[in-house]
T-cell receptor
Framework: GQNIDQPTEMTATEGAIVQINCTYQ??????LFWYQQHAGEAPTFLSY??LDGLEEKGRFSSFLSRSKGYSYLLLKELQMKDSASYLC??????????WGAGTKLIIKP | DTAVSQTPKYLVTQMGNDKSIKCEQN?????MYWYKQDSKKFLKIMFS???????INETVPNRFSPKSPDKAHLNLHINSLELGDSAVYFC??????????????FGEGSRLTVL
């Protein structure tokens, strides 16, 4: 079967750095997305990785290792507004999106 | 200016009723989707339409029927509502080709509560 694993919840301190991991087992791979979802709102796009390595976009970076079936989202200089759920989603061989259950990130002052 | 809009945002109804949720996108995308997000926050694909043709039909009850009058609209009709249908339903669109799925643009969600 197809499976996306990410931690259910994480807590971090304002101004710090946090890494949210995602491991996947899918039938084929055509890219991996990270989305952010604030409570009561729609998911919004953060990043897309299809090649191995690190993609940096401001305070957020996303890393992919296809051989390990592994990705992480790195958030630097955490702000209170970063409190949200972070969803990992993988594009399988049929170009269908397989979603993880999301990681709820709690930022404390 | 809203890219993907869906209505209503909130819907409270009794078991057994029939209801519809409408969705429109002004991005010119070829593909539209309906997702269900339950209390555990897990996003589950229900349907997707590409150029008015159903290309994904997950194992959802046939009480749920998507209707697409044109490529900018994908409405969701639900018959004989059940308690377990209570969830947030998200409409989304993307430009899909054979190289990648493209970024998904989500509507604001429609919170359905069945009493």
């Amino acid at each position: 079967g197809q499976n996306i694993d990410q931690p259910t919840e994480m807590t971090a301190t304002e101004g710090a750095i946090v890494q949210i991991n995602c491991t996947y087992q899918t039938s084929g791979f055509n890219g991996l997305f990270w989305y952010q979802q604030h409570a009561g709102e729609a998911p919004t796009f953060l990043s897309y990785n299809v090649l191995d390595g690190l993609e940096e976009k401001g305070r957020f970076s996303s890393f992919l290792s296809r051989s390990k079936g592994y990705s992480y989202l790195l958030l630097k200089e955490l702000q209170m507004k970063d409190s949200a759920s972070y969803l990992c989603a993988v594009v399988d061989s049929n170009y269908q999106l397989i979603w993880g259950a999301g990681t709820k990130l709690i930022i404390k002052p | 200016d809203t890219a993907v809009s869906q209505t209503p945002k909130y819907l409270v109804t009794q078991m057994g009723n029939d209801k519809s949720i409408k969705c429109e996108q002004n991005l010119g995308h070829d593909t539209m989707y309906w997702y269900k997000q339950d209390s555990k926050k897990f996003l589950k694909i229900m349907f997707s339409y590409n150029n008015k043709e159903l290309i994904i039909n997950e194992t959802v009850p046939n009480r749920f029927s998507p209707k697409s009058p044109d490529k900018a609209h994908l409405n969701l009709h639900i018959n004989s509502l059940e308690l377990g249908d209570s969830a947030v339903y998200f409409c989304a669109s993307s430009q899909v080709d054979q190289r990648d799925t493209g970024e998904l643009f989500f509507g604001e969600g429609s919170r359905l509560t069945v009493l």
